[in-house]
């Protein structure tokens, strides 16, 4: 399977889908219905597009890997999460970081009382406008790292390697990167 995958994100490549926006040109190109997302059919035939001509039966297995809420579709996100690069151990670590900063009480999940004396919620929009209480500015906060799949209102750390593996994928240099991690999260 992952030689199938590394295969695809190859020929993706090779034919200058690089990083986030080729990817998602690449996913367009797939998507023969518009509907941002792609079913069995569309990504058999994208493959063959892209030159990986395999048999339908592994196509399928790859295709119900890819699709991780088991709608029976891969939508963007789920997508790009087996399309692109790993990252690089330094990338890791600062974000291993940010996560350990996140979460005071030290269990390995990052949750709303975690972020009290960490997150100020008074200059938030939706605070100030008395919208929102301090609870669901929070909330609000920690959605953005949650897995799409499962929002429970707790962050792990591989939700929260997730998400920035997203960002990862459209920074070029590791430098920059860990900058940006360390300037955002005052590492």
């Known amino acids: 399977m992952a030689d199938t995958m590394e295969e695809l994100r190859q020929h993706c490549l090779s034919r200058g889908a690089a990083g986030i ?5 690449t ?7 518009g509907s941002k997302s792609l079913n069995l059919e569309e990504f058999q035939k994208g ?8 048999k339908k039966e592994k196509a399928k297995e790859i295709f119900t890997f890819v699709d991780k809420d088991k709608s029976g579709t891969i939508d963007f996100n789920e997508f790009i999460e087996k399309l692109r690069q790993p990252m690089s151990s330094v990338r890791k670590q600062v974000i291993k970081q940010a996560f350990q900063k996140l979460d005071r009480t030290g269990d390995g999940v990052v949750t709303v009382q975690d972020l009290e004396g960490v997150y100020n919620s008074k200059h938030h929009s939706k605070y100030k406008s008395g919208e929102w209480t301090e609870e669901q500015v929070f909330r609000s906060f ?7 799949y499962d929002k429970d ?3 792990t750390l591989d939700e929260f390697v997730d998400y920035y593996s ?4 459209s920074v070029d240099s590791d430098d920059y990167f860990v900058t940006m991690m360390q300037n955002a999260w005052k590492l």
Request: proline content about 3%.
């Open 166 to 169: 997203g960002v990862s994928a």
């Open 142 to 148: 920690l959605d953005s790292f949650d897995s799409p």
């Open 27 to 33: 996913f367009r190109i797939m998507d023969d219905d």
């Open 21 to 25: 926006k080729g990817l998602g040109r």
């Open 47 to 54: 493959l063959e597009t892209y030159g990986l001509c395999i």
């Open 153 to 155: 209102g707790k962050v």
